[in-house]
Antibody, heavy 120, light 107 residues
Framework: EVQLVQSGAEVKKPGESLKISCKGS????????IGWVRQMPGKGLEWMGI????????RYSPSFQGQVTISADKSISTAYLQWSSLKASDTAMYYC?????????????WGQGTLVTVSS | DIQMTQSPSSLSASVGDRVTITCRAS??????LAWFQQKPGKAPKSLIY???SLQSGVPSKFSGSGSGTDFTLTISSLQPEDFATYYC?????????FGQGTKVEIK
């Protein structure tokens, strides 16, 4: 059974750093892209970027390029989303999701989400 | 960026109703369109990819159609568990973009 299990909720202050995780199981972690999606409170879904754990090839949405870093550790089947300096506007739910690949990539399985709250 | 516009933004329907949600892309995306269902407090669930192909385990009451710029998601007979927000998403070109969502509520 494919599963993506995300790390727990975080409460941080502005300016702090943070790294959240997404651990894949039940499939070959290095053979599928993983994507990250943001959902701000009461709002819709926003695509942030994707990573191929096999070689760490990464693509970012221009809206998030330079604001976050996506990485992966294939030895422990885990993808990461990190911030070096959080802002209040980073308060949101963050989802990871696996991407199936045929001709194109599309989301199939989703993690349960990690709530990040940034407040002074 | 490709803009995805869903209509309506919300709708009220009764159990047993046939419901159709529309998604329009600002430029042609072939059939590189997905649909997701999200219930309150839960992660999105993938329903459809390639505009009309059901994800594994998704019941056949959900169907999708369209190509180019205009797409629809249809629920053939609405059940209590289908009340949720539905999103479309294009994966034809980066950056991938989602529609704003359609909230399906109980009448």
């Amino acid at each position: 059974e494919v599963q993506l299990v995300q790390s727990g909720a975080e409460v941080k202050k502005p300016g702090e750093s943070l790294k959240i995780s997404c651990k894949g199981s039940g499939y070959s972690f290095t053979s599928y892209w993983i994507g990250w999606v943001r959902q701000m409170p009461g709002k819709g879904l926003e695509w942030m970027g994707i990573i191929y754990p096999g070689d760490s090839d990464t693509r970012y949405s221009p809206s998030f390029q330079g604001q976050v870093t996506i990485s992966a550790d294939k030895s422990i089947s885990t993808a990461y989303l990190q911030w070096s300096s959080l802002k209040a506007s980073d308060t949101a739910m963050y989802y990871c999701a696996r991407l199936f690949h045929s001709n194109y990539l599309y989301f199939d399985y989703w993690g349960q989400g990690t709530l990040v709250t940034v407040s002074s | 960026d490709i803009q995805m516009t869903q209509s309506p933004s919300s709708l009220s329907a009764s159990v047993g109703d046939r419901v159709t949600i529309t998604c329009r892309a600002s430029q042609g995306i072939s059939n590189y369109l997905a649909w997701f269902q999200q219930k309150p407090g839960k992660a999105p669930k993938s329903l459809i990819y390639a505009a009309s192909s059901l994800q594994s385990g998704v019941p056949s009451k959900f169907s999708g159609s369209g190509s180019g710029t205009d797409f629809t998601l249809t629920i053939s007979s609405l059940q209590p568990e289908d009340f949720a927000t539905y999103y479309c998403q294009q994966y034809n070109s980066y950056p991938w973009t989602f529609g704003q969502g359609t909230k399906v509520e109980i009448k």
